[in-house]
C-alpha cells in the first residue's frame, strides 16, 4: 500500500514539474493537432516526391495552367489595391494557392466551388490535392531541404545549406471553440503538410505563440492582433535562397543610373549573358539558380509604357508569351541592378484581393465549411502572408536566414560573349521567381526603385 501511494505521488510530482515546465508562450503538443497525423507514403496516392513520385500527376499541365492564371490575377489585384505603389515589394502566391487547396478540402456547397473555380477550374479536388503535393514536396526535396537524406551519388548524408533553400510554411490558426474533422487533418497529411493549431484566442498569450512560430521568415511580428471572435485565420509565409548557375566576376560590377518616378540614383549593375524574352510590350531576360529548381525572370516594359500600366495587362496570355520567346541559341548582354526589399512590419491581409480574384463570399458569412468542422458561425476570417526577405546580388539571391552567398570571383570562369543586343533594367520592372518545370511562380514582386 505504501508503495501504492508512493507512486501516486511521485507521478503527480512529474506531472506537476512537467507543467510548471511547459512554456505558456509556445505551442503545446495538444495544441498542434496536425502532429498526431501521417501522410500516406504511397506515391501513387500521394504524389509526394520524397516518397518517389518523380512523374507528375497526369493533369499537373493544366493545374500549372490553372494556377498561373490565380497567381498573375492575384498579383495584378494586390499591385491595384496597395497604398504606395512608389515602393518595391514581392509576394509568394504560390503560397496562397496551396493553402486554398488545402482549404477547400473543408469547404462545402458554393464556397468549395468557388474556391475550386478560382485556382483549378475543370479540376476535382483529387486532382488539385494530388498536384499541389507533388509541386510542394518536389520544390523543397530538389532544393535538399530534408536532412539526413542519403545522396545517391556520394553515399553521404545531406546537409541542409545555409545558402541553398527553399522553404515554405503554411499555417491554419482554430479558435478553441471550433472542433476539426479528422478527415481533413488527414487530407492536410496526406498532401499539405500544413501546421494546424487550435488554441484560445482570447489567451493572454495567444499572439505570442503565433508570431513565434514565423521567426525562421522574420524578425518582425508576423500578425498584430487577433480577434477573440475569430474562428479560423491562415498565415503563410516563404524564403528562397541561392547562388546563381553562372556567377559574376568582379570586374562584372560596375555604377549605373536606374530613374523611377523622374529621379536617378546609382546603383550597382551585374553584367552578364542571359536568356533574352520580350513581347510587343516588353522585354526581359532570364537568369538561372544553381541548386533550386528555380529559374529568375525580369520583365521590363517597353519604353512608352508604365510599370502601373503594363502590370494592368499582365495576364497568363503575356506571361506565356515570354516564356515562349525564349531563344536558347541567342543570348543577351544584361545589366541587372542590385537590389533588396525587406520583409513588412507585419503579414499583410490577402481577403480583399482574393474577393477581386474570384472569392467572393469566402471571408463572409455566406461561406460554408461542413467539411471541415460541426461549429456553428464559422467562418475563415482571414488570410494573411509574410512578405518575403529578398536581395538579389552578385553572389545570388539571399533570403531571410541566408549567411549571404558568397563574394563575385577576381576573374571570369568563362569569359562573356559579345551579342548583337544589350538590355539594362535601369527603370521600373517586374520579377518572377519561378518553378523550372511547371513555370508557376513562386515569387512575382517589382522593383520601382
Known sequence: ???????????????????????????????????????STDPSESYNYND????????????ANNIINFELRLFRNYYSQKSDNDSSFVISPINTALQLGLIANGASGDTKSEIISAIGKDLTIDNINQCSSYFKSRMEAVSKLQSNEVDELSGKKQEVSEDEYVKFDNS?????????????????????G???????????????KMNGHFTDFTKNNAV??????????????????????????????????????????????????????????????????????????????????????YITDFNNLEFSNLIDSVDITKKATAKIPEFSIDSEKSAHPLSSALAKSGLYTLFTEDSTFADLTHTDNFMLNEMYEISP????????????KAAGGSAPFKERIKELEKTDLIIEFNRPFIFLIIDNESNIPVYIGTVNN
Request: hydrophobic letters at 40%; a negative charge.
Open 224 to 309: 498584430a492582433k487577433i480577434d477573440k471572435e475569430h474562428t479560423l485565420l491562415s498565415v503563410t509565409a516563404a524564403d528562397i535562397s541561392d547562388i546563381w548557375l553562372d556567377p559574376y566576376a568582379e570586374a562584372d560590377i560596375e555604377k549605373g543610373s536606374f530613374t523611377s518616378n523622374g529621379k536617378s540614383r546609382e546603383v550597382n549593375y551585374m553584367t552578364s549573358n542571359e536568356s533574352f524574352i520580350k513581347t510587343d510590350k516588353a522585354q526581359g531576360i532570364i537568369k538561372y539558380t544553381s541548386a533550386n529548381p528555380l529559374k529568375f525572370m525580369i520583365v521590363m516594359p517597353n519604353q512608352n509604357i508604365t510599370l502601373e500600366d
Open 1 to 39: 500500500m505504501k508503495k501504492t501511494i508512493a507512486l501516486i505521488l511521485c507521478l503527480i510530482l512529474t506531472v506537476s514539474i512537467m507543467c510548471a515546465c511547459t512554456d505558456s508562450t509556445q505551442f503545446s503538443n495538444s495544441e498542434k493537432l496536425s502532429k498526431d497525423y501521417t501522410r
Open 172 to 192: 491554419l490558426f482554430f479558435n478553441d471553440i471550433s472542433d476539426v474533422k479528422t478527415k481533413f487533418l488527414q487530407t492536410n497529411a496526406n498532401y499539405y
Open 389 to 400: 526577405k529578398i536581395s538579389v546580388n552578385a553572389a545570388g539571391i539571399s533570403g531571410t
Open 194 to 208: 500544413s501546421d494546424i493549431f487550435r488554441f484560445m484566442f482570447s489567451d493572454e498569450n495567444a499572439l505570442t
Open 52 to 63: 518517389g513520385a518523380t512523374s507528375a500527376p497526369t493533369i499537373y499541365n493544366a493545374y
